[in-house]
């Protein structure tokens, strides 16, 4: 079920990341942005499959380790940190820290547990952010006047033109979507797909689950993190409502539509649900219950998602065709 | 000691209203082995939907009963039309859709009622307040004190004595026996889930003079309920009762010792059960 | 001088509440031997097996595994020691491919489940030995094939191959041939008994079909209603009049 469409897409993925590489050059500055926000939230939903497609973990709670990453680096630029590849670093290290102690407590138990005690402990982080005005600002965030530049040797980036934003964001969209493709193709990641298999032959061929489960929520959380300080730069603050559960439905709507059973199934829902978002909201603000109203039948019907739906009909159609 | 009574009235008052929210999500879990997410929106509804016909027929007691009944049947509703379709499917895919309602129901209410806060009046016979030592002390919530016990008490004499109380706890024990010895399951499910909708939602109503209703009060309700089932066992009667209790608690006593930091405390007493007894104080060993 | 038992059991007894499931259970296993465990239905073979693999953890008594304590070891340490299962209804990875399914628990077995950045199709020598073992149960040709596709009889040898990839030392099988048709049931029979001889893992099968018990089991316990009815070899317990009561009885009684 992973695996299709693994190897294949390799020549895809390029072909997709040179299309992207000149998207600026083609596309009008407010797409650009869009897309721009699309690719977070894609490496955001596609470290939430890690979890939910590849170990079979639902978790409600993924925005809390997304606002951790975001308040981090937003504290940490606000302290007058210069170097953006440290804040980046740190950001991410702390998002992994918390993953660690909340999932030490949240895989303790089965799937249903795990995604109340997720939503739990992600409302108990957004509580914190949303009451602790001396450190977060509270309720209005934390708004951010300048972001620093990226630095290499002998050149100097500013972030402030959203084009720059766009291909800093690419780049570390990108360097996550590695990540994800390396574990889910490594030893571990097999591990992961026997857990969601079968658990039970799992642990009585000699593995921890707990401990696998716990790894896997690890590297979900550091990812989703690193989605929070994109976020972070790309809207110039950090707000309260990026650990709201409503944001932690983000993802997991975005991997219903896209398919949780195949790779890159979340950042197409992503796209998808930036564009359902452009035409809805024209019409109304309550665009949770849009998002509600089209999640029911998915559900019910496409469980697949609709790009799974669509991968799984052209492979059914080349088999009946040779 | 006068501040400790008041204190330990409160925590009676709201963990009672707790206990009578988690109990239905509880039931709901053990009959049809589904965790309800859109439990919470069911309570927001029943304070919602009885605050309307408070105000449409100027009566308390007519909003408490017709409310949370209308709320029911809508639960039975969406039971009968969306949850039906996935019992057979993956546990995933059951959480999905009760998500996927919370977040229908939560912006409807925004819609319908719009995004303020509204204050119920508690009803003439409960309104005002009593001397108690030096502070005065609000009718309502000892009525809540009294109301919740004596609702529990009904609920577990359904339970124990009444032909369909008896069928829903040997269902919650085993599912397939029901169906073998011929109860008609599904008619059992959609009512079972109009029962802990209702429960929900008569919380809501009676909840509505106590607290401001307005939309994110479902949100505060589900994670609270979530964290009474945990700590007192999912599944279990009485772990909801000993949950709601010590939660309430905490929660009052919290807000004069621990001042803003009480916030925590819920979600430390989490902590602390997963950590000691993951299966919750009055959970079954597997 | 008899060799020292791979697996000893002390006494166990375990309830499901006040529901007393079994009770006093002392018995030896010795290693490079098959033994088997048999009885009527429900005498409570499958909840023996859950005790000594971890699945449950008895309320009385202690298991030794190679002089080991193991009573309240979590299951998947006692499979590190070299203590597998299968199971008596298929437990496999329905939706990996037969090789996949033998790589987790060879991944596991050279301590490469927490290897997060090499590809496993790098794994070269994992997949040698995997397709090794599944040489030896004769699924080389499905090696490819999702598992859930296979037959009924080659997704039971899938779960042979999956406990063989820990390299055992004991294995429990629970019902290797129910559900077999005679033809498939001789093939598993052959299986176990060449892997007996080949590589000196020690089995303790529980069977139904006595048929299969006498014909490959050189010591038998007799469980009944949870406790330990008689013990012997094959011989002995065809003669052993209490063993035919109880099988009478409990074949009388479902």
Not at chain 1, 111 to 139: C, P, Y
Not at chain 1, 231 to 236: E, H, K, S
Not at chain 2, 80 to 86: A, F, Q, S, T
Request: aromatic share 12%; charged share 15%; glycine share 10%.
């Amino acid at each position: 079920m992973s695996a299709r469409g693994f190897s294949g897409s390799v020549i895809a993925t390029l072909v997709l990341l040179a299309l992207l590489l000149l998207g600026p050059c083609i596309l009008p500055i407010y797409w650009t942005m869009i897309v721009t926000e699309i690719f977070i939230m894609g490496l955001f939903s596609m470290s939430f499959n890690l979890l939910f497609g590849f170990s079979g973990l639902l978790s409600f709670g993924q925005a809390g380790f997304f606002g951790i990453g975001a308040y981090t680096a937003a504290l940490l630029i606000q302290t007058g940190f210069p170097s953006l590849w440290l804040i980046i670093f740190c950001s991410v290290l702390v998002a992994a820290l918390f993953a660690l102690a909340i999932g030490y407590l949240c895989v303790r138990r089965d799937e249903i547990f795990f995604a109340m005690l997720t939503l739990g402990f992600g409302m108990m982080l957004f509580t914190i952010a949303h009451n602790w005005r001396e450190l977060t600002g509270g309720s209005d965030g934390m708004p951010l006047c300048s972001v620093p530049p990226v630095r290499l040797p002998g050149i100097e980036w500013s972030l402030f033109p959203p084009v720059h934003v766009y291909y800093f964001t690419l780049f570390w969209t990108a360097a996550g979507v590695f990540i994800l493709w390396r574990v889910v193709r490594s030893p571990f990641g097999l591990m992961l797909t026997a857990v969601r298999e079968n658990k039970q032959r799992l642990a009585f061929v000699g593995a921890d689950v707990s401990r696998i489960r716990l790894a896997a929520f690890v590297i979900a959380g550091g990812l989703a993190g690193l989605a929070g300080v994109l976020f972070c730069v790309f809207n110039r603050m950090a707000t309260p409502d990026f650990m709201h559960w409503a944001f932690s439905a983000r993802p997991v709507l975005m991997t219903i539509l896209g398919g949780s059973g195949v790779f890159f199934g979340p950042a197409w829902g992503a796209a998808i649900f930036f564009c359902l978002e452009q035409l809805v909201t024209a019409f109304t603000e309550n665009w949770m219950i849009v998002l509600g109203l089209i999640l029911i039948p998915v559900v019910i019907f496409f469980p697949q998602g609709i790009v799974g739906t669509l991968v799984q009909w052209l492979g059914d159609r080349k088999e009946s065709r040779s | 000691m006068e501040a400790f009574a008041v204190n330990l009235l409160n925590g009676c008052s709201w963990g009672m209203l707790l206990f009578l929210i988690a109990v239905g999500l509880t039931t709901v879990f053990g009959v049809l082995g589904v965790l309800n997410f859109a439990h919470g929106s069911f309570f927001m509804l029943g304070a919602y939907g009885s605050m309307q016909i408070m105000h449409l027929f100027n009566s308390f007691w007519l909003g408490l009963l017709v409310g949370p009944a209308l709320i029911a049947l809508l639960g039975m509703a969406l039971e009968m039309g969306l949850l039906r379709r996935v019992y057979g499917r993956d546990v995933s895919y059951q959480l999905l859709l009760t998500f996927a309602l919370l977040l229908v129901l939560d912006d409807a209410v925004r819609i319908i009622w719009g995004p303020a806060y509204h204050v119920v009046e508690a009803p003439p016979l409960l309104a005002g307040s009593f001397a108690f030592f030096t502070h005065s002390y609000p009718v309502y919530r000892l009525f809540l004190v009294a109301a919740g016990p004596l609702l529990g008490l009904c609920l577990w004499a359904f339970f124990r004595f009444t032909h369909w109380g008896k069928i829903i706890r040997a269902a919650a024990m085993d599912r397939d026996m029901a169906e073998g010895v011929g109860i008609r399951v599904p008619l059992l499910f959609t009512l079972v889930f109009g029962l802990g909708t209702w429960l929900a939602a008569v919380g809501g109503a009676l909840a509505a003079p106590h607290q401001s209703v307005g939309p994110s009060m479902g949100e505060r309700v589900i994670i609270e309920s979530f964290i009474v089932v945990v700590v007192g066992g999912l599944g279990s009667f009485p772990g909801a009762f000993v949950g709601a209790l010590i939660l309430g608690l905490i929660e009052s006593f919290g807000t004069v010792f621990a001042g803003r930091a009480q916030m925590a405390l819920p979600y430390i007493l989490l902590a602390v059960v997963l950590l000691l007894r993951p299966r919750g104080l009055f959970g079954r060993e597997a | 001088m008899t060799p020292r038992p791979i697996l000893e059991i002390n006494r166990l007894g375990h309830q499901f509440g006040d529901f007393v499931v079994m009770r006093d259970i002392s018995l030896a296993v010795q290693a490079g031997t098959m033994t088997a465990l048999i009885g009527p239905n429900g005498a409570g073979k499958t909840t023996f097996y859950n005790l000594v693999s971890g699945r449950y953890q008895p309320t009385q008594g202690s298991i030794f595994f190679d002089g080991l304590d193991i009573t309240r070891m979590p299951a998947h340490r006692r499979v590190a020691l070299g203590l597998l299962r299968s199971f008596q209804i298929t437990n496999i990875f329905p939706h990996l491919t037969v090789l996949e399914n033998v790589l987790v628990p060879l991944a596991l077995e050279h301590h490469k489940g927490f290897r997060f950045w090499k590809s496993m199709s790098r794994e070269r020598d994992l997949k040698r030995q995997a397709e090794e073992i599944l040489e030896r149960v004769g699924l080389a040709s499905e090696a490819h094939r999702r598992a859930h596709e296979l037959a009924y009889g080659d997704q039971r040898l899938v779960e042979i191959a999956i406990v063989l990839a820990r390299n055992p030392k004991l294995v429990l099988l629970d019902e290797p041939t129910a559900g077999m048709n005679p033809e498939e049931t001789e093939r598993m029979v052959h299986l176990i008994q060449e892997l007996a001889q080949q590589s000196g893992t020690t089995f303790f099968l529980t069977e139904h079909d006595m048929n299969v018990v006498f014909s490959v089991a050189s010591y038998l316990y007799v469980l009944h209603q949870g406790s330990l009815l008689a013990q012997g070899t094959p011989n002995e317990i065809r003669g052993n009049r209490q063993v035919k009561e109880a099988y009478l009885g409990g074949s009388l009684d479902s």
